[in-house]
C-alpha cells in the first residue's frame, strides 16, 4: 500500500481497557481471552485496529501502568500464550493490535528496581533517578508527583530520595542511562518480533528531564481549589528538548520493521504537539495523540477554531489524528450529554484524520458514579473529592441484559452502568436508530468513501450554532453539516448548489433525502451529504 493509504491513516483505532471489556474466568476483572472472544464484534463494528492498555505483570497500584516486567503477561489477564492467540486471531480478522509502551516509569516491584534500591554501588544504581537531600533534609526539589504530594520519596536504606511523576510505587527510569534505554528499545523489539502493529507510549514528553533538576516555577494561573499539581508549570520535569532525540530512536526500532505504527500520548497546547512530528529526515511519532476533542468547549465557534488551528499547525508531513475519549478522561457522552454524543460521534469519524474511540463511548455510555467505599483510582484516593478519580470512565462494557451485564459471572472490580439493559450491545445492535449502529453506520462510510479516509477538509461558513466542513478527493465531495446548539437551524450554502443526498444522519434517519440549496438542520442533528449528482 503506498503511504497515503496504508492502514494506520485510513483506518479506525478502538481502545479497550483490558481489566473492562471482558472477563473470562470470573474473578470480575476482564482478560485477554475474554478480548479474544469478543474479536467478532470489534470486526463486526468495523474498526480496523485495538490498543490493548497494559497488560504485563503489575502489582496493579495505578491499574497496570506500574509494570514489573515488561515481556509477560499479568497472570490477572492470562499468559503469553494467550496474548498470541488474541494477535493471531485478531489479524485473522484483519485487526491490527497495538500495545501500550510504558517508558517514563516502572513498577517499584520491578527487578531493575529492587537492584537499585539494594545498595548505592548496585550497577544497576543509576537505572533509577536518585538525589541526596537537600539541607536539613529538604526534598531534592520542588516537582511533584501528578497524583498528588512531592515527587520524591526517601528511601531509608540507601539514605536517598528517587524520584516518581507519578505514584511512589511507579519510580522514574533515567534515560540519561544508556543501558536503561537500550533495556527499554529490547522491549519494543520483543513485542515487534512477536508481531504487534505498533505501540501508543504513556507518558512521553516524560520521560526525560532538566539535567540539572532545575525547580518549577509557579503556575500564575493555578486556582487552589482545583488540581494540586497544577500548581507549578512543569518546565523542567517534562517536555525537554531532548525528548525528541529519544523519540527518533524509538522511531528507528519500529521502522526496522514494516507497517508499524508508533501514538505519542502527549498532553502538550498545538505548537507543541506538532513538533513531535519531527522531520522527514528525523521522524518521531506517526500520530502525537490529538486531544483537542478533550478539552475545547463544546460549541460550535470553539470547535470551528480547534479544527481551522490544528489544520493549520499540521506540518506537511505530518498525518491528523482526533481523540475523543480515553481511561482518564470523563466519557464524551457525559460532558455533552445523550444528544450531542451522536454529534461528536459524526465529528470524530468524519474529521480529517484517523480516529481513536474509547471502548463503551460507541454504546454512548456515561460516566458511572462510584461510591467512596468503592473507589479504586490511587488519584481519587490520594486527591478525594475534586473529580480527579477515573474509576467512573472504566466501569465494565455491558454486552447484554444479564446479571452482570455478560461482562462476567460475578459482581466486576467496578459497578456497571445502571441501565445496562437498555444501553447492552446485545439491545443497541437490534435498533437501528441506536448510537451504536450509527458508529458503524458511520465507520463502513468512512471507509467506503476516500473523501472521509483520505480526503481535504474545508471549513464552510455556517450560522454561529453549526459546524460545517466539506471532505473532498478529486472524484468526490462529501459535505458534513453539525448542529452544537440544540435548536433547529436553516442553511443555506454554496456548496449544496447543485444538490446532494444525505448519506448518513445522526437521528432522526434522513438517509437517501435529496437536498438543495438550503437545507433545515433539526436540533442536535448531524448529516453526512454526498454533494452533486
Ligand atoms: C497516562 C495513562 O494514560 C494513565 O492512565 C497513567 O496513570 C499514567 N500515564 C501513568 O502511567
Known amino acids: ?26 474473578d470480575g476483572v476482564g482478560d485477554l481471552p475474554g478480548i479474544t472472544t469478543r474479536l467478532d464484534y470489534l470486526q463486526w463494528l468495523g474498526v480496523d485496529a485495538l490498543w490493548l492498555s497494559p497488560f504485563y505483570p503489575s502489582p496493579q497500584a495505578d491499574f497496570g501502568y506500574d509494570i514489573a516486567d515488561h515481556c509477560n503477561v ?29 517508558p517514563n516509569h516502572t513498577s517499584d516491584q520491578h527487578p531493575w528496581f529492587a537492584q537499585s534500591r539494594a ?98 516555577p509557579p503556575n500564575p494561573d493555578w486556582d487552589p481549589s482545583g488540581n494540586p499539581y497544577k500548581r507549578l508549570l512543569p518546565v523542567f520535569s517534562a517536555s525537554r528538548p531532548e525528548v525528541h532525540d529519544i523519540i527518533r530512536r524509538m522511531r528507528d526500532v519500529l521502522d526496522g520493521y514494516t507497517d508499524r505504527v508508533m501514538i505519542g500520548e502527549l498532553y502538550e497546547p498545538l505548537e507543541k504537539l506538532v513538533t513531535y512530528y519531527g522531520s522527514t ?37 505530518g498525518w491528523p489524528n482526533w481523540v475523543l475519549g480515553n481511561h482518564d478522561k470523563s466519557r464524551i457522552a457525559s460532558r455533552v450529554g445523550e444528544a450531542q454524543a451522536r454529534v461528536a460521534a459524526m465529528l470524530l ?65 467496578l459497578p456497571i452502568e445502571p441501565r445496562f439493559e437498555s444501553v447492552c450491545v446485545q439491545r443497541q445492535r437490534e435498533d437501528p436508530r441506536s448510537i451504536l449502529s450509527l458508529h458503524r453506520a458511520l465507520i463502513a462510510l468512512r471507509r467506503s468513501e476516500p473523501a472521509l479516509h483520505q480526503g481535504d477538509l474545508r471549513i464552510i461558513d455556517a450560522p454561529e450554532s453549526a459546524v460545517a ?16 446548539s440544540g435548536s433547529p437551524a436553516t442553511l443555506r450554502l454554496d456548496s449544496l448548489r447543485q444538490g446532494g443526498e444525505v448519506v448518513a444522519s445522526t437521528h432522526p434517519s434522513r438517509t437517501g433525502e435529496r437536498v438543495s440549496e438550503t437545507i433545515t438542520l433539526d436540533a442536535n442533528q448531524g448529516l453526512v451529504i454526498r454533494l452533486g449528482g
Request: charged residues 25%.
Open 469 to 484: 466542513y466539506e471532505r473532498a478527493v478529486p472524484a468526490s465531495r462529501m459535505l458534513v453539516l453539525l448542529d452544537l
Open 119 to 216: 545498595s548505592r554501588g548496585n550497577p544497576r544504581r543509576d537505572w533509577y533517578i536518585w538525589r541526596n537531600p537537600g539541607p536539613d533534609g529538604a526534598l531534592p526539589n520542588n516537582w511533584l508527583s501528578t497524583f498528588g504530594g512531592p515527587a520524591w520519596t526517601w528511601d531509608e536504606t540507601t539514605r536517598q530520595f528517587f524520584y516518581h511523576s507519578y505514584l511512589r510505587e511507579q519510580p522514574d527510569l533515567n534515560w540519561r542511562n544508556p543501558q536503561v534505554e537500550q533495556a527499554m528499545l529490547d522491549i519494543l523489539r520483543f513485542w515487534l518480533d512477536r508481531g504487534v502493529d505498533g505501540f501508543r507510549i504513556d507518558a512521553l514528553r516524560k520521560v526525560i528531564k532538566d539535567a540539572s533538576f532545575r525547580d518549577n
Open 74 to 102: 499479568d497472570p490477572l489477564f492470562g499468559s503469553l500464550e494467550d496474548f498470541d492467540r488474541l494477535l493471531s486471531e485478531a489479524h485473522r480478522r484483519g485487526l491490527r493490535v497495538l500495545l501500550d509502551y510504558v
Open 281 to 317: 529526515d528525523a521522524p518521531e511519532c506517526h500520530l502525537p495523540f490529538n486531544f483537542l476533542l478533550l478539552k475545547t468547549p463544546w460549541n460550535a465557534g470553539a470547535l470551528r477554531a480547534a479544527i481551522a488551528r490544528y489544520e493549520k499547525l499540521l506540518p506537511q508531513h
Open 1 to 26: 500500500m503506498s503511504d497515503d493509504r496504508c492502514w494506520w491513516k485510513c483506518g479506525v483505532i478502538y481502545q479497550v481497557y483490558p481489566r473492562s471489556f471482558q472477563d473470562s474466568n470470573g
Open 349 to 413: 469519524l468524519t474529521l480529517r484524520g484517523t480516529p481513536t474511540l474509547y471502548y463503551g463511548d460507541e454504546l454512548g455510555l456515561h460516566d458511572v458514579p462510584v461510591p467512596p467505599h468503592l473507589v479504586q483510582d490511587p488519584w481519587e484516593k490520594n486527591v478525594p473529592g475534586l473529580g480527579l478519580g477515573r474509576d467512573p470512565e472504566r466501569a465494565p462494557m455491558p454486552w447484554d441484559a444479564s446479571p452482570h451485564a455478560g461482562f462476567s459471572s460475578t459482581d466486576p472490580w
